[in-house]
């Protein structure tokens, strides 16, 4: 199925970008989903996503148990867990080891794809129980320690931003869904909000203090790189990366599903009749991120860009650090 892209428009004067704007073309797919089986929506979903697969059948699986009023006992099982987790890993290193080296000024930085398709190996096939983790974990937290994050140049604060969402439990997210068009344009009490990294590394000094400068994309980059190295201890003791989700029963019929991916926060939420879908909703971590007044449009409005260059440079790094998970395409026009 076409996942949709999104259209990043910029509109720029020859020295700043003074406003922004956010075309999504993603498709909505609770409609497609009403009326199939349980059974068959956990086969479906997982299907339409190339990216996120086992996130995404987590969630699917979670929220289909809530709404049964089946005990999550799948949350803590490494059925799930295990899938997700390897699945964050393997687009951190993605992140870290391909896309952010062909955005840096840095003639010496370029992808390394030797290492990153050597790790991805690892993960696919050998990972099959807590033995296997543990000794993946142990020396991928051995190559991390002499990993060096790929330089990014200064840029200039970000005074507009959005705030980070809170980690919230399944049962807190709940209240949160309070119309209908949430799924395409989510918010915090009735404000965008950031999720991702940032969000959730947040705390750590090193981020807390480039986020006190309102250096954003630099914050990210650091915390994808403490998050990983978290997830590859964690790799070696499971149930420490439990928080990584969570489900809720919220009424009878009604389940919803949270889990955190390597993007952020992903809800799904089933309500069935019996074994039939009623409604399934996804709300994706790429509509909190990419909301029409959310982190990329108040980010890069008011960004100097003398050039432009400059200001498609400045609006990709800035997108690449908010971690879409369409393909975005830029578009500046003349004020």
């Known amino acids: 199925m076409e996942q949709g892209s999104l259209e990043l428009i910029l509109t720029w004067d020859g020295r700043k970008i003074l406003a922004a704007g956010v075309v999504s073309t993603r498709p909505a797919l609770a409609r497609t989903l009403c009326g199939l089986s349980a059974a068959r929506l956990l086969e479906v979903v997982p299907r339409l996503f190339s990216l996120c697969r086992h996130t995404q059948a987590a969630a699917t699986r979670l929220s289909v148990e809530a709404a049964r009023g089946e005990p999550a006992t799948s949350a803590a099982g490494d059925g799930l867990l295990l899938p997700v987790a390897l699945e964050t890993i393997a687009e951190h290193l993605y992140h ?42 142990a020396e991928l937290s051995a190559w991390l320690a002499r990993f060096e994050l790929p330089l990014l140049d200064d840029q200039e604060p970000a005074p507009l931003t959005v705030g980070l969402l809170p980690q919230l439990t399944a049962s807190e997210c709940a209240s949160l869904i309070d119309r209908d068009d949430f799924a395409s344009a989510p918010t915090l009490a009735g404000q965008p909000a950031e999720t991702g990294v940032l969000a959730r590394q947040a705390e750590a000094p090193a981020v807390a203090a480039l986020l006190a400068r309102c250096q954003r994309v630099k914050a990210r980059l650091l915390a994808r790189l403490i998050e990983l190295r978290w997830l590859a201890a964690g790799l070696c003791d499971l149930p420490r990366l439990s928080r990584l989700l969570d489900a809720s029963a919220i009424t009878a019929g009604l389940g919803l599903a949270r889990v955190e991916t390597a993007r952020g926060m992903l809800l799904h939420r089933t309500e069935l009749d019996g074994e039939r879908v009623v409604s399934h909703l996804i709300i994706a971590p790429t509509e909190w991120n990419f909301h029409p007044r959310g982190a990329f449009v108040r980010e890069i409005s008011g960004c100097s860009a003398s050039t432009r260059l400059a200001a498609q440079r400045a609006a990709g790094r800035l997108a690449l650090s908010l971690d879409p998970c369409v393909p975005c395409a830029l578009r500046l026009v003349d004020a």
């Open 96 to 137: 870290l080891l391909i896309a952010w080296p062909t955005l840096l000024d840095d003639s010496s930085a370029v992808p390394r794809l030797s290492e990153f398709g050597g790790w991805r190996k690892r993960f696919l096939p050998a990972v099959v129980d807590r033995a296997a983790a543990a000794a993946l974990g």
